[in-house]
């Protein structure tokens, strides 16, 4: 397609040396002049006798002309790009040959020499010539069917070429798709003209031995009477048999192109597993129609025919339809003769009646004969004919339906071997039509093998068709052995250009292309190299897992490990830059480059999933969330990455798909949740926690965090996990006054007043009992079990270990165990830092208000120092948690921990306190150290916002807080602009002679600010009201302290911007920040239990995971931590926070359990959709359709029927008028009257 595309865009220059073509194509000339009777002054050809001077003249012994006895082949004179002028096209390749030219010859130079790309299919559209117009549903046909075959598949599409007839519907319907659709999809539309040479107008501009490049064509002065090619063709084959305005050898040359095209292979240079599929398409067509149907048929072309187009098309759909004797078999010597008799009487009778409808299509052909022995053999192929009754609406099917089956017959006629379906297939699923797929090629007639559907399947996936690749993995196709990582590159390769996913893989290419670059400049350098290498390797420059995986990095952030590392040969945590130069040093050597890619992927639904969800395709991301493992995991993974992309995505709608399918997505892990929830509760409990092999180590609780699943985190489940974390050992319903009373007074910890679940636990053996078997089986362990280690809650209390740690646990006596399930459970912990922060800010204000010593040597005084030490302690745990928590790299831990707010409210506090602390320490920034710290005590004070956060009452309140500062801002942006267009206008007018800066900055902001509390100096602004006052209007005393006095020049204006100010203010403005108040208030009201429930695990989180003594004690459990990590090299704990590793036996049971669980659920949402009105309405609509089409033939039998009843009466008042005719007559004896109808005759009885 190249070359034909530099012709088409270069003008009129020559592209190349063609001088070859004359050595190999042949034209037709006449060398016999053959009298025609009706002119003598005419050759039989249709040339003038002047044409023929140099031939030899044989009229006398000729009586008629044929093409091979009386032409002679020369080299061909026209030949090159063909420019229809004044029509704005492009050049189209052209060339005139001869009709025995052979058919390899002339595929091999279009599809090389004119760039012409293989065809994965060709539609011959045969019939319909002449000037007479096509009706207009077969127009309609034409246009929604034929060229929408070409175009999804990648067709030819076989015309006479010529601007008349059904080849100009074509012509047309192609330009109408060229002109809307894309520049891919106009190259896929090829339609190739094979018209007549001797029937073309004007043919004589196309004559240059030396071929034209352009031939310049006039197609718009073409007479009426004439015919002219069509300049929507994109090539035109012009068949040559030495006649003028004569048709018929271009016919049979198109027959042998398309036998020849039928035998050869898909792909470049045929290099496909597949042969061409060929259909012929006959509209109307006339008697010589028959003729061309018949040769194709022997070649075992399928035909499809339009019924209703024209004489020919309706004269074989009638035939079909009609006559349904059984055609006569061979002769065959076993036969009895007088069954050869009784099927030479059928035959003789088949044959009569294909001559009444020959006669009654065609009453004025001659050569009937002929035409009834073609119309025999047509029907004998009747499997070859596909009948489309495109005038009929009832039951009527889509013609690429149509198509596709007409080729599936001809396909099973010949074989059932799967391989000859697999074109079909590609047909199947670029129409998207999987019920043809299902009825025609997966209904149990066909071995489909894996190879077979290898190719469609990525095709499926590639085009986003997930009906067929749930079909394809029903029919047998293994996944694991499909998805190896080379094809997981490929169907990354092949993501869309206008998603925002490529941008990011391309983005991420780039960076490892320039490593690339920089490393091989730099090893040249280094060698003393005079010039770089060569260009950089076609390996290094495809698309890889590796930026796969940064991607997915980047946008999952610390939530899992980076995928797809392993088979890339990647250590975790390596830095990116020594990653991308080990991927292009194995991308480099071919050998390592075909071994990773040929692996197999571990979890192929997983990876698939993940390949849906990054492009935002709905259906298939969730068939393969439904296909892959882990549910309730795999579902938040698919909301987090939505949700995600959603943020960074401009265009609007694709924001809105994408924030949909991840609600949906967080609705199928809520509801999956609650199945799993409601079957066992211990062991949803196991599945919120336990890490994931296939999301890196990440769990459902981390997943949901990140992804803002609130809907998921307001099930009862995950609150009744929570719970139980936060309450510890001890009984979640216990009440605050028993927890604060054992907070003050320890000893009630070793009394009733707190029941620790422990204890619920003996008192009811019998329950454990009978969930022991069943625990001991699924491998699943009760809350308390969780709890009971020392160890575990001297590290803040994991929520598990794993199971060989915590087999054989430490038993230390009542008073220890007992004290520590109490005083390290994180409801304690939160309660001890509630009181102590309380005590902090009590101590913060003592010395701010009575105690705050001036700078040294007499300041500060011992409790400052106090208050110093235990900011310190604050710092120390705000170090903790940055550094020292978590499992990711210290920059990503940083970053997640700047992005909670509460932490940068921390942060700012403790810079406050370290900026004020140093300015008090020196006499000249004494005054504005003790103003940074009590603007610091502001901000510790704002801190206990979040304790709060934990109750139940106080929490939803907050988070209606936090929406209502968001439209405080937004308040604050109309206001700040009214207040300078009031403020700058007011200052100009009242005091225009005072420059102050600080004066003028209140007078402009401060005071019209102040003015919406009510607070207007009217003795300034109203000149009626100004009392005697002591003023100067001399800018010098201004300066120097004294009063200005206003103006009153303009204060007429004056009033009249206050009252527009405070009208716009205090009425317009204040009341719509009450109106978004209350919109905020009213949204966030309806879920404000959900947002508080998702907000309460972040603060169930943060406390336990601190230690459990509170600043200032806290120094000693972080003297603790610092010996056991540094100096005793012990691994924390801690960077598990709720975390449970699950191997072997137990991790495949619970996700079995998950699974099971999760098809009941599909099953039951199955059900629930199939008995909804819209699924009734479309099988009833179904059923209707089955109806009508029933009717259909009913209707048609009804025809027939009536059509007997006729033939039968016309035989039986034939029979009687016989009978009475033979009674009267001498020729037969009156023995015996004749039978009646419903009495058996019998023999006359012998005389007595």
Known sequence: MKKIGKQKEGGGGKPQDQSWIPKIIKKRVCNTFVEDSRNRASCQCGEAREAHKSVTTGDCTVGKWDSFQHTSEYPTDAFGNLEFVGAGRRHIPFMRLSHDT?????????????????????????????????????????RQGIVRAAQSTGAWILTSGLKEGISRCVGQAVRDHCATASSLSQANVIAVGVAPWGFIHDRKHLVNPQGSFPAPYYAQTTPPTSSCLDNNHQA????DDGSVDHRGHETLFRANLEDFISHQRTGIWGSGTIEIPVLCVLIAGDAAMLERVDLSLKDSTPWLVLAGSGPAADLIAGLLRDVSAPMTPPASPTLPPANNEASTSNSAELTEQVRKRIKKQFPLETQMDKLVDQALSICQNKDLITVFYGDKEEGKEDFDT???????????????????????????????????????????????????????????????KPQFVRLFVESGLNILDYLTFGRLEELYSSVSECTLVYSFLQKRLRERIDICSKNRLSHNENSNSKHINGPIPAGVQELTLYEVSKVLSEIMKDMCQSFYYIPLGLEQGVTSRKAMKHVNKMLMEESE????????CRYPWVSLFIWAVLQNRREMSIYFWEMAGESVLSALAGCKILRDLSKLEMETDTKLSMKELAQ????????????????????????????????????????????????????????????????????????????????????????????????????????????????SIEGAESMPEIHNTD?????????????????????????????????????????????????????????????????????????????????????????????????????????????????KCDLTAILLFMLGVLCRMFPWSYDFGRSIMCLDYMVFTLRLIHIFAVHKQLGPKIIIVGKMVKDVFFFLFFLGVWLMAYGVANQALLYSYDSRPNWIFRRVFYRPYMHIYGQIPLDEIDADKRAAKQCTNNVTLIHEGLEP??????????????????????????????????????????????????????????????????????IFSHLHIFFKRVIQKIPSTKIQHFMLNLKGKRASWLNTWESTLKENLLSTEGKKQRD???????????????VLKQMVEIRDHDRRLRKLESEVEYCATALSWLVEALSQSDLAKHTSPPPFKGVSSKSPSSPS
């Open 1172 to 1186: 909804s009105d819209t699924e009734r309405l479309k099988r009833t609509s179904t059923k209707v359709d089955s």
């Open 1045 to 1114: 006095c206003p103006q009153s020049d303009a204060n007429w204006l004056v009033l009249i911007l206050l009252s527009v100010y405070l009208l716009v203010t205090n009425i317009l403005l204040v009341n719509l920040l009450i109106a978004m108040f209350s919109y905020t208030f009213n949204k966030v009201q309806e879920h404000s239990d959900v947002y508080w429930k998702f907000q309460r695990y972040n603060l169930i989180v943060e406390y336990h995971s601190r230690p459990c003594l509170a600043p200032p004690f806290i």
């Open 593 to 600: 480059q075909s071994l990773y890619r040929k692996k197999r």
């Open 102 to 142: 052979p058919p390899a010859n002339v595929y091999s130079l279009v599809t090389t020499q004119w760039g012409l790309p293989v065809p994965n299919l060709v539609v011959s559209v045969v019939g319909g010539e002449g000037k007479g117009k096509a009706k207009p549903w077969v127009r309609e046909v034409i």
């Open 791 to 903: 160890e575990e809650m001297e590290e803040g209390m994991p929520l598990r270990r794993n199971p060989e740690e915590s087999s054989s646990p430490k038993q230390r006596p009542y008073i220890f165990h007992r004290w520590r399930q109490f005083w390290f459970a994180p409801v304690t912990s939160f309660l001890g830092n509630v009181f102590t922060y309380f005590l902090f800010l009590f101590l913060f204000a003592y010395i701010l208000l009575v105690d705050f010593k001036p700078p040294p040597p007499k300041g500060p005084a011992p409790m400052e120092l106090v208050l110093y030490f235990w900011v310190f302690t604050l710092v120390c745990e705000e170090i903790r948690q940055t550094f020292f928590v978590g499992s990711t790299t210290v920059v990503q831990r940083m970053k997640l921990y700047i992005q909670d707010i509460w932490n």
């Open 236 to 239: 035109f084959l012009l068949v």
């Open 402 to 464: 149509i198509i596709l089956k007409a080729l599936v017959r001809a396909a099973k006629r010949n074989s059932r071997d799967s391989s000859e379906y697999i074109e079909e297939l590609k047909l199947a699923v670029a129409w998207n039509r999987v019920d043809i797929a299902k009825s025609e090629l997966f209904n149990s007639d066909i071995q489909w093998r894996y190879n077979d559907l290898e190719e469609s399947m990525t095709d499926a996936l590639v085009n986003d």
């Open 664 to 775: 949906t997505f967080e609705n199928l892990a809520h509801d999956v949740f609650s199945e799993c929830y409601q079957s066992s509760e211990s062991h949803s409990y196991t599945l919120l926690i336990k890490r994931s092999v296939l999301w890196g180590e990440a769990t459902c609780l981390q997943m949901a965090t990140s992804a803002d699943a609130r809907l998921f985190f307001s099930h009862d489940g995950v609150q009744t996990l929570l719970s139980q974390i936060w309450w510890g050992a001890m009984d979640s319903s216990t009440e605050v006054w028993k927890l604060v009373l054992s907070f003050f007074l320890p000893p009630f910890i070793y009394t009733k007043l707190i029941v620790f679940r422990e204890e619920e636990n003996e008192e009811k053996p019998e329950d454990n009992h009978q969930g022991k078997e069943f625990d």
